[in-house]
């Protein structure tokens, strides 16, 4: 399972971006999709999360700014990012739970990151 994640960059504070991550490979079903982020020092932490059936959950210091969605269909994930301040520079990771195949158990799979970076 391959998760390639795009979206992050530069943007000033109040700006917008949107991140995606597209997961391919042999799947057999994805049920969590989300995203954290991580800052140099800190532990990676949950930003936003999403279920298979559209239920959402998200970090309390995002709320109201960042929306998650996916696309069942596309196994696709992404936030869409608004109001950013400079705390929420970090590198952003995509992240799936997952089965390759019915009789295996589920198994966590993480995009490679991308960083966002937040200018004041």
């Known amino acids: 399972v391959q998760l390639q994640a795009y979206g992050g960059g530069l943007v000033q504070a109040g700006g917008s971006l949107r991140l995606s991550c597209a997961a391919s490979?042999?799947?057999?079903?994805?049920?969590?999709m989300g995203w954290y982020r991580q800052v140099p020092g800190k532990e990676r932490e949950l930003v936003a999360s999403?279920?298979?059936?559209?239920?959402?959950h998200y970090a309390d210091s995002v709320k109201g700014r960042f929306t998650i969605s996916r696309d069942n269909a596309k196994n696709t994930v992404h936030l869409q990012m608004n109001s950013l301040k400079p705390e929420d520079t970090a590198v952003y990771y995509c992240?799936?739970?997952?089965?390759?195949?019915?009789?295996?158990?589920?198994?966590?799979?993480w995009g490679q990151g991308t960083q966002v970076t937040v200018s004041s």
């Open positions: 999403i279920t298979s059936s559209g239920s959402t």
């Open positions: 490979g042999d799947i057999f079903s994805i049920y969590d």
């Open positions: 992240n799936i739970k997952a089965r390759t195949v019915a009789w295996r158990p589920t198994m966590d799979y």
